[in-house]
């Protein structure tokens, strides 16, 4: 019979995690008896336990959502809860869930207004920034579902997304218009119709 003395600084590690690592060099061993032509890489190291407990115990956090709400409904509830807390930062720039919910609400007013409602796809086009989520929101809000477009795809590939997707709204910012298929959409720019968009309802959509 071997046996193995571990040596080690009871200022740096535990017992328990001596322990462990024992453990892991035993697994070691018995994987090197069981397939001596095994590579390193394939040989394992995490006990039964240990395996079980990364795998199974420690990913098992599924959360019975309440699957008759939409997500801007359970926005709108962690609203009422929160409207204070930090709902969303980009760069120097942060909104409250209350200040982000008043801004979604008032594009959402803005949208229904003209035209978006069930049923109806927005392309979504805006650079990445608070926008983005306010655009995002908005959309849900107003009752609409949202594609997301990218001006670094080919011209070809975002006519054809527009086209196969029935899409009539583009929610957009002025830096992106040009590099968009607008032709015979309706253009809904965050940017040049702040003003109007300002002016709008807060109240959530019913």
């Known amino acids: ?26 697994q070691l061993l018995e994987g090197i008896a069981a397939d001596p032509e095994a590579r390193i890489g394939e040989l394992p190291l995490l006990t039964e336990g240990e395996r079980r407990r990364m795998l199974v115990e420690w990913n098992d956090t599924a959360t019975d959502y309440p699957r008759h709400r939409c997500v801007h409904q359970l926005f709108e509830e962690q609203v009422e809860r929160t409207p204070n807390a930090v709902a969303v930062v980009f760069g120097d720039e942060v909104l409250t869930y ?8 008032r594009l959402a007013h803005h949208l229904i207004e ?21 655009g ?17 795809d080919p011209r070809e590939r975002l006519e054809f997304m527009l086209r196969e997707g ?20 309706q253009v809904v720019c965050l940017d040049a119709e702040a003003a109007w968009v300002e002016n709008c309802e807060v109240t959530n959509p019913a």
Do not use: W
């Open 114 to 134: 003209k035209g978006v409602g069930p049923d109806v796809l927005v392309g979504l086009c805006v650079e990445r920034s608070l926008e983005m989520v306010i």
């Open 166 to 185: 029935g899409v009539e709204h583009i929610l957009t910012q002025e830096a992106c218009c040009g590099q968009l298929p607008t032709d015979d959409l």
């Open 136 to 152: 995002l929101l908005g959309i849900l809000k107003a009752g609409g579902a949202y594609l997301p477009l990218d001006t670094d």
């Open 1 to 26: 019979m071997i046996q193995v003395d571990f040596h080690y600084d009871a200022g740096r590690y535990s017992n328990d995690s001596i322990e462990r690592m024992a453990g892991h060099f035993l």
């Open 98 to 105: 209350g200040q982000l919910n008043e801004r979604a609400n």
